[in-house]
């Protein structure tokens, strides 16, 4: 069976749930595999160019060595940024022509599974000109929550479309079960996981001192509780909090001493980065994007031992009772918090366990999502 995946992120970006679920389809099936990279699907603003400049320092040296495998060949569709307007698919389309025979082509009289990794006009497209051939929308965010206005009511209308006509909606966390509640019969859900073929054994650490360190892998966006990063290195003055990753929300004023802020990094540096943290740190704000989450680094936190500190948002809200999770009280004793957490010690059994159900491998054999 063939697979046409058009993808919420770039081929070339770093590994996300995207990436692995090609690989794990194309482990299962053996055959070719066309993944669409995404077009702009709002309206610019002006901090897209800030972020698209950020974005690419950022990922350079991560994005360097990447190829596309022999199996899988990459599309990149151009577009006009007006895809809220109505009749923009018309005119896009225009731009389209090219790859819609691509994809033609591609499926053939072949097997053929089509999956949507993001709502777009052009996914609507695909699933008028390819009706009978079964297709997927993995709804990994609640993708109108990022937008605003005009783009955030298109962005809901295409997203309701796309549930309609697709064979099968998997979400990555309760909150989207939620959202798709009137869609019951097609929703399975698959929460996300991690890459644990990429962590080191169980048991290393990377630790050079005796200091405690706070530490947070991840892109700093708007979703980012600054305030609450700030209060807990003023409660805990004696340990490092280590930020890791590209900065799109400044702090709100000048750092306390104890925080350090460090550009982003690839996969695999993060990863040995996180072997020097005493606490995996997850401080999201409570907003309508933060309430369908499912962050991938609650898993990779735990895969490598650490206890999780994290506030309460998403699925991480769902979590209270889980070994080696604790949620913060914000307006509670925060140093008293960060005690709780680093008398947590999981036992080794624990932690391999946790890596065997919670692979990327395990979660999409769990629900056999395109098998």
């Known amino acids: 069976m063939r697979l046409v995946y058009l993808s919420p992120v770039p081929w070339l970006s770093f590994a996300q749930r995207p990436h692995k679920y090609v690989e794990w389809f194309h482990a299962k099936n053996e055959d070719a595999v066309l993944w669409i990279d995404p077009y702009p699907t709002r309206l610019p603003v002006l901090n897209d160019f800030l972020m698209q400049e950020a974005g690419a320092r950022s990922e350079a040296r991560s994005v360097a060595a990447l190829d596309a495998p022999s199996w899988l060949t990459v599309a990149c569709p151009r577009s006009l940024p007006i895809e809220p307007l ?25 097997d053929c599974l089509l999956v949507i990794g993001k709502p777009t006009e052009l996914a609507l497209q695909l699933l008028v000109r390819h009706p009978c ?10 993708f109108p929550a990022f937008y605003r206005g ?106 306390p001493a104890n925080i350090e802020l460090l550009p982003a990094c690839d996969h695999a540096t993060a990863i040995r980065s996180m072997l020097e943290f005493s606490v995996g740190l997850i401080p999201f704000k409570r907003t309508d994007l933060t309430a369908s989450v499912d962050p991938i680094k609650y898993y990779e936190y735990k895969a490598l031992g650490l206890p999780v500190l994290s506030t309460r948002f998403g699925e991480m809200a769902l979590r209270e009772y889980s070994p080696g999770v604790f949620l913060l009280n914000e307006k509670g004793d925060l140093a008293g918090q960060v005690e709780r957490a680093l008398k947590y010690e999981y036992q080794k059994d624990e932690v391999r366990q946790f890596r065997t159900e919670n692979s990327w491998e395990a979660r999409f054999e769990a629900i056999n999502i395109g098998a």
């Open 86 to 110: 109505p009749g923009s698919g018309a005119v896009n389309r225009l731009f389209w022509n090219k790859l819609l025979q691509l994809v033609d082509s591609f499926i053939g009289k072949k």
């Open 150 to 255: 005009i783009s955030r009511t298109s962005m809901a209308r295409r997203e309701k479309a796309i549930a309609r006509q697709v064979s099968r909606i998997v979400v990555s966390s309760t909150g989207l079960a939620t959202r798709f509640a009137g869609f019951k019969e097609k929703v399975v859900l698959a929460l996300n996981a991690c890459a644990v073929e990429a962590l080191p054994p169980v048991g290393i650490t990377h630790k050079t001192t005796e200091q405690t360190v706070l530490g947070y892998v991840g892109t700093i966006g708007a979703w980012f509780d600054w305030p609450l990063v700030f209060a807990l290195a003023q409660a805990n003055p004696f340990m490092c909090v280590r930020l890791i990753g590209p900065v799109y929300l400044r702090p709100p004023g000048q750092l």
């Open 133 to 142: 051939i079964p297709s997927l929308y993995d709804a990994m965010d609640d």
